[in-house]
């Protein structure tokens, strides 16, 4: 199903839809599908309903790369039973892929009884509601996520327990896998707000990057898309498999592990320097 607004809809070989950009000729959720994806990468992984059900008071959830919606609903969808107030910021430069999905919402199917939400998100940026014992309080954020890390604006942005970080792959899309991106973002952080941050990546250059930003970084579950993903957080605690001292000997010896500092895309081995400092974190120290 083509469309003029530059997205088309494809149809996976599971029966799923996803939706595909055409400027970045790259599907949304290319092998699983949206839902599958989202619930193993974010809502299994990070135990979101067990987490709500302990949690007091609001959950910030930061949605980095809205799209079409697909991370955010499935989150929403999976926790509505628990009685919690979820403050959900979403970040993109275009809310055109959630135009064009609820365009598709009988193909994408997983937007059913959002809708209505989703339109006013789409009108007004912001919307309210109540869904049974769930309170949600959804904001998007319409700008370049890496510039916009960089005001002070930023700082008064509620400091999230969760970040699902959805941009398209660093060779398309490196703007949003840069080292200053990563750093700019751990700095937000409230460091007495333990916080998660998952991805679908398992590359040794997103992994350097995420350890070089601050973070503490482990192996991420599968996906059924990918056997292995990522997942940073500002606490220790909030990481069940923390990469090793072997895998920082295989990232030494890699062709590609030293973050991008610019938003160009390029593989390279460790700088001295990354490499001095990737041994210094407290992650390898113990
Ligand atoms: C893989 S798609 C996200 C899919 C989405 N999470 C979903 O569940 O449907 C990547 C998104 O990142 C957004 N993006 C890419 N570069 C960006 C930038 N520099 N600033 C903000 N958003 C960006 C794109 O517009 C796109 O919607």
């Not at 055109?96 to 989703?118: I, K, N, S």
């Not at 941009?167 to 700019?184: D, E, G, H, R, V």
């Not at 460091?191 to 970084?217: D, I, K, N, Q, W």
Request: proline share 7%; charged share 20%; aromatic share 8%.
């Amino acid at each position: 199903m083509q469309s003029a607004t530059g997205y088309r809809i494809v149809k996976l070989a599971n029966g799923a839809h996803s939706v595909h950009s055409l400027a970045h000729h790259e599907t949304f959720h290319p092998v699983v599908g949206p839902v599958v994806e989202a619930e193993a990468l974010y809502v299994r992984q990070l135990g979101l309903v067990e987490r709500l059900q302990r949690h007091a008071g609001e959950f910030v959830l930061w949605d980095v790369g809205l799209g079409a919606a697909a991370n955010a609903i499935t989150a929403l969808r999976a926790t509505r039973e628990v009685p919690c107030a979820i403050h959900l910021l979403s970040f993109d430069h275009t809310l055109d892929p959630l135009a064009f999905a609820l365009q598709h919402r009988e193909a994408l199917g997983y937007l059913g009884g959002y809708e209505t939400h989703l339109e006013g998100l789409l009108h007004d940026r912001h919307c309210v509601f109540q869904d049974g014992p769930q309170t949600v309080r959804w904001d998007t954020h319409l700008a370049d996520f890496p510039a916009l890390l960089t005001e002070p604006a930023a700082q008064k942005l509620a400091k999230p327990h969760v970040i699902m970080f959805d941009a398209f792959s660093p060779a398309t899309n490196p703007a949003m896998w840069t080292l200053p991106l990563f750093s700019n973002l751990f700095r937000l952080l409230d460091p007495e707000r333990p916080c998660a941050l998952p991805t679908y990546s398992r590359s040794t250059m997103l992994r350097v990057t995420l350890l070089l930003a601050g973070f503490h970084v482990g192996v991420g579950h599968a996906t059924g898309e990918k056997e292995e993903t990522t997942i940073a957080a500002n606490t220790p605690a909030l990481i069940t498999e923390p990469l090793d001292r072997r895998w920082l000997q295989r990232a030494h010896r890699s062709t590609s592990a030293e973050p991008l500092w610019e938003p160009v895309y390029r593989q390279a081995s460790l700088s001295p320097a990354s490499w001095e400092k990737l041994q210094q974190h407290p992650q390898f120290r113990c």
